[in-house]
């Protein structure tokens, strides 16, 4: 167990819907990254967030927002939902970076997959 | 554009068999090489590597980063049914001292042990 938690562990939604995934990152992690894996992409970065601001973005759709709040859970907002949005969603935590350290591990959650109908 | 691609796809192997799996990149940025294994949930660390020409170990893991030619091994020896799971490469892409470590993935090797 990470200490990395997400919910729902399991999604099914019809297109054009909207869905939100929770994260709750390990006590004292400031980071929480999005990722989404698929069969055919494999595991993508979507978003980071650290305390609370957007740090980094990569191959995230406009349909797709997230925010992290000031108890530094996060949410994972994906509207107008289609086929090929059906994925296992992953948020990792980390520490904060600091001088000297080239890099703090990633805690990965459970993950939320995603079925789109 | 930043890219870690992975080698095998896949393999299948019987137990007591050695592995290598194979990982190359092309990331700006670069500031570590990392090894996680992903059963049925979410993927574990295995290790990070940051200079080239030094192996780190884990019992029967071991990994090496060559920096020069951009590439990365992770070897397995005596393989276990275990040890089946998709093994994942990722690049740390990112300016160092900043909060920002993004993880560039590779699309990974599925390893499957047989008895």
């Known amino acids: 167990d990470s200490g990395v938690t997400q919910t729902p562990k399991h999604l099914i939604t019809a297109t054009g819907q909207r869905v939100t995934l929770r994260c709750s990152p390990r006590?004292?992690?400031?980071?929480v990254y999005w990722y989404q894996q698929s069969l055919d992409q494999g595991l993508q970065f979507l978003i980071q967030y650290y305390n609370g601001e957007e740090r980094a973005k990569g191959n995230i759709l406009e349909r797709f927002s997230a925010q992290q709040f000031p108890d530094l859970h996060s949410e994972l907002n994906l509207s107008s939902l289609e086929l090929g949005d059906s994925a296992l969603y992953f948020c990792a935590s980390s520490s904060p970076i600091l001088r000297g350290h080239s890099y703090n591990e990633q805690f990965f959650g459970p993950g939320t997959r995603l079925t789109v109908l | 554009e930043d890219k870690v691609v992975q080698s095998p796809l896949s393999l299948v192997v019987h137990e007591g068999d050695t592995v290598t799996l194979n990982c190359s990149y092309e990331v700006t940025n670069f500031r570590s090489l990392l090894w996680y294994k992903q059963e049925k949930k979410a993927p574990t660390f295995l290790f990070m590597l940051?200079?080239?020409?030094i192996e780190k170990k884990s019992g029967r893991l071991s990994s090496i980063l060559d920096k020069k030619e951009l590439f990365s091994i992770l070897n397995i020896t005596a393989t276990q049914t275990g040890d089946s799971a998709i093994y994942l490469c990722?690049?740390?892409?990112?300016?160092?001292?900043?909060?920002?470590?993004?993880?560039?993935f590779g699309t990974g090797t599925l390893l499957a042990v047989q008895p």
């Open positions: 940051t200079s080239s020409g």
């Open positions: 990722a690049v740390e892409e990112g300016n160092y001292g900043g909060a920002t470590n993004k993880l560039i």
């Open positions: 006590s004292g992690d400031l980071s």
